[in-house]
C-alpha cells in the first residue's frame, strides 16, 4: 500500500470556514496565522481545511471572491509553517452529511451536481501551482448507501474535470456511511495513480461520543471509561445509541479495548488499498471533550498504534473547539503527550 506523503500527521481546522455562522469574525479571528504556527511547533506536517460551499459561493451559485482569497492567505500561513493541506469541500449546495443544515437534493438533481463540479472546475483554477503541497477532497461523509452508485459516477465525473486543469493533484475519495471503512471495497477503482481513498474513524462511538446531544437517544449525562469490557460497551451502546455500533457485540465481552481493536477495524481497509495500490487516509478521528483528558490520551495511544503500524495518514478532529478540541482546557494535563500521538 503506497504512503500519502505529506499527509501523515496531521489536525482538522473545523469550524472556520464549515460548520459555522459565516459571519465576518468567525472568518477573521476563529484561526488566525498564529495557529499555523501552534500546530508546526507540533510536529504536524498538514492540515484538513474543510469549507462549506457559502464561503465560496451565493445562494444563486455565482462566487465570491473573496472566499476565495481567504483560502488562498490560509494556503499561505500553511506554506510560511511548512504544512501541506487538505482542502475539504465540506457541504455542497444541496448537500450536507448534517440533515439539520436543511440541504438536499444533491443526488437527485443534475444541476445540482454540474454546480458541484463547476465549483471544483473554479477551485482548481484558483489554486493550481502548489504541486503536493495542496490535495483536494470531493466530498465530506456521504450518508446513503443507496448514494453509491450515484457517489461514484458523480466522483468519476469531477475528477475527470479536475485532472483537465490539474493533471496531477491529490484527489481524496470517501464512501457512505459518512465515510465508513466497510464503503471502501464498494468505491470505483482510482482512476489514476493520484487517488487517495479516505475513510473517517470514532470507534467505538459509544465511547468517542459519549454524552453527545447529536446523537439520537444519547442521555448528555452519560460517561463510559475507556477501559470498559467490550460487553459493558455493547450494552451501553444498545441504551444509549440505539445499537449503533453492534459489531461490539461480537467481541469477547471480557476483553477491553485495545490497539488490536483498531488493527481489526482497519483491516478491510487496508486489504482493499494493498489490491488496489492506493494510499489510505483517516481524514477525522477523535473524541469527544465529555471523556476525562486521561482516557481520551488512551484512545489516541491505541489508535495510533494501528496507524503507524498500517502507514495510514491521518487528521485529528479537531484543532479547536467542535466538540473534539486539541486545544481545548481539559485537555491542558495531557495535551504535551497526546500531540505526540496525532
Known amino acids: 500500500m503506497r504512503e500519502f506523503k505529506g ?17 465576518q469574525d468567525r472568518y477573521d479571528n476563529f484561526i488566525k496565522e498564529e495557529d499555523f504556527a501552534t500546530i508546526a511547533s507540533w510536529g504536524l506536517d498538514h492540515v484538513r481545511l474543510p469549507i462549506d460551499y457559502e464561503l465560496v459561493e ?3 451559485g455565482g462566487y ?13 500561513w500553511a506554506g510560511k509553517y511548512n504544512l501541506n493541506t487538505v482542502l475539504d469541500l465540506h457541504k455542497t449546495y444541496g448537500y450536507s452529511f448534517d440533515v439539520g443544515y436543511g440541504e438536499s437534493g444533491f443526488f437527485e438533481n443534475e444541476k445540482y451536481q454540474e454546480r458541484f463540479y463547476k465549483l471544483w472546475e473554479k477551485i482548481a483554477s484558483e489554486f493550481g501551482g502548489y504541486g503536493d503541497a495542496l490535495a483536494f477532497e470531493l466530498l465530506n461523509e456521504v450518508t446513503k448507501k443507496e448514494y453509491c452508485d450515484t457517489w461514484n459516477r458523480i466522483a468519476k465525473e469531477c475528477i475527470g474535470r479536475i485532472r483537465a486543469i490539474l493533471p496531477d493533484v491529490k484527489i481524496l475519495i470517501g464512501g457512505y456511511y459518512n465515510n465508513s471503512i466497510v464503503a471502501l471495497k464498494d468505491l470505483e477503482a482510482p482512476y489514476d495513480e493520484n487517488i487517495v481513498y479516505n475513510f473517517h474513524c470514532y470507534d467505538p462511538l459509544i465511547f468517542t461520543h459519549q454524552g453527545a446531544g447529536w446523537v439520537e437517544g444519547m442521555d448528555l449525562d452519560f460517561r463510559i471509561p475507556v477501559d470498559a469490557t467490550y460487553g459493558e460497551m455493547a ?26 481493536y483498531f488493527d481489526k477495524c482497519f483491516a478491510e481497509a487496508v486489504a482493499v488499498a494493498e489490491e488496489r495500490n492506493v494510499p489510505l487516509y483517516c481524514g477525522e478521528y477523535g473524541v469527544i471533550e465529555c471523556a476525562s483528558a486521561e482516557d481520551t490520551l488512551k484512545w489516541y495511544e491505541m489508535i495510533g498504534e494501528s496507524f503507524n503500524r498500517f502507514n495510514i495518514g491521518r487528521a485529528a478532529w479537531s484543532y479547536k473547539e467542535m466538540n473534539f478540541g486539541l486545544t481545548a482546557p481539559e485537555l491542558d494535563s495531557v495535551r504535551d503527550k497526546l500531540i505526540k500521538l496525532l
Open 235 to 260: 450494552k451501553a451502546s444498545e441504551e444509549q445509541t440505539k445499537g449503533i455500533g453492534g459489531e461490539l457485540k461480537l467481541l469477547d465481552p471480557n476483553e477491553k479495548l485495545s490497539s488490536k
Open 64 to 76: 465570491r471572491q473573496d472566499g476565495f482569497d481567504r483560502i488562498r492567505k490560509a494556503l499561505e
Open 7 to 23: 499527509y501523515v500527521h496531521g489536525v482538522d481546522l473545523g469550524g472556520w470556514f464549515s460548520q459555522c455562522d459565516h459571519s
Open 58 to 60: 451565493d445562494e444563486n
